[in-house]
């Protein structure tokens, strides 16, 4: 067997401890006779896996006791829906960050749903810096304000977190599109009034997504939304008003402990990241073949977009690239060139390879 080094945005790399681990416990669970995706997600062996994950969660990113964590289905994409359902039953009107794609989506559902306000946005720098605090102009019945920290496909994250409170108002809940980014340093949730997360980036793999929302939150939902939405019936379920995924369920919690015991927290675990997307970015930096558009301040420590400066040489660079074992480092279909998703899973022995592979494809062919 081998495993190559795998830089996907998503589904992307797992780590190979957690893979091993679900392994050796796929057929028989802890000596149960069955494997965790043959349990009921009522057995009290499932509610226990399920309990453990969110605590491990909890004490990761130090939860508050006033937030919930849910454990749900339908992606990050779904909570686009599920965010102006949840938090418009008051009137208001939505207020949003427009920083590229998957802001634009996020936005677009809102509008489709009742309207929306574009409070800042990155499109007069062409998606290459994040809105200033000052640039920020909420609409005077905001009901909440939302953003997406890490632009998975622009490879734009936030450096700062842009609440309203910092603007001058304090009742206007934050609500944040962590998909690419959560776990990967520590953050404030308190800042917050909903994060989410699908969680096929750095969290376990695709089918499960992660909200954590602040319970007094919970009362302002519209009432015309479908019962699977709504944050207050799923919260007081246990995210169990139907069958959650479960199987993605344990493998999370295989990925908290891993976060927990193996990297020891994430204040490591943001070094460590932190190292490897510097590295990267000054060896693009360093070389004439290969260049990043981001302004410095908000490049995206998770998912490192870049171009060769010889459209011709995209082809050869992958081939080669695959050739040594360096997987997925096609950029999005949407906007083409490279991308190197640098998630937790993806160990710093896989960038230095990944930079020495760069540097010599650029001697030879550059
Ligand atoms: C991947 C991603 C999404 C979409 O996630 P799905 O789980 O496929 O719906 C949304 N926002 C961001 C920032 C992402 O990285």
Not at 15 to 28: T, Y
Not at 62 to 75: M, S
């Amino acid at each position: 067997m081998t495993r190559h080094y795998n830089f996907c945005a998503g589904p992307a790399a797992l780590p190979e401890a957690v893979l091993e681990r679900a392994k050796d416990e796929l057929l028989d669970y802890q000596g149960r006779g069955l494997s965790v995706m043959e349990m009921s997600h009522r057995s009290p062996e499932f509610v226990a896996i399920a309990e453990r994950a969110e605590q491990d969660l909890r004490d990761l990113l130090e939860i508050p006791a006033n937030y919930r964590v849910l454990f749900l289905q339908g992606g990050a994409t779904m909570q686009f829906a599920m965010v102006p359902y949840n938090l418009l039953g008051l009137g208001g009107t939505p207020n949003y960050l427009y920083t590229g794609i998957w802001a634009k989506k996020a936005i677009a559902e809102a509008q489709h749903l009742g309207g929306a306000h574009v409070a800042a946005s990155s499109e007069s720098n062409r998606l290459t810096a994040v809105p200033r605090p000052e640039d920020i102009e909420l609409s005077s019945d905001a009901a909440y304000l939302h953003y997406t920290a890490n632009e998975t496909i622009g490879g734009l994250a936030f450096d700062y977190v842009p609440e309203p409170r910092s603007l001058g108002d304090s009742s206007v809940p934050v609500v944040c599109d962590m998909s690419s980014s959560i776990l990967s340093a520590p953050i404030d949730v308190a800042d917050y009034g909903v994060i989410y997360a699908g969680a096929q980036k750095n969290i376990g793999p695709a089918g499960l997504t992660v909200v954590i929302v602040r319970d007094d939150l919970l009362d302002r939902g519209r009432a015309d939304m479908p019962s699977l939405f709504n944050y207050k019936t799923l919260a007081e379920a246990g995210s169990m008003v139907n069958t959650p995924p479960t199987y993605a369920w344990y493998l999370a919690g295989l990925v908290f402990q891993w976060l927990k015991h193996d990297v020891g927290g994430l204040a490591n675990m943001g070094a460590i990241n932190q190292r490897k997307a510097s590295k990267l970015y000054s060896a693009i930096d360093n070389s004439g073949l290969y260049s990043n558009p981001i302004v410095p301040g908000n490049r995206s420590r998770m998912n490192v977009p870049f171009v060769l400066a010889d459209d011709r040489l995209n082809q050869p660079f992958l081939d080669e690239a695959e050739a040594a074992g360096l997987l997925n480092l096609n950029g999005h279909r949407s906007v083409g060139g490279m991308r190197a998703s640098l998630y937790n899973a993806v160990p710093e022995a896989a960038v230095d390879t990944l930079i020495a592979f760069m540097t010599d494809f650029e001697k030879r062919r550059g």
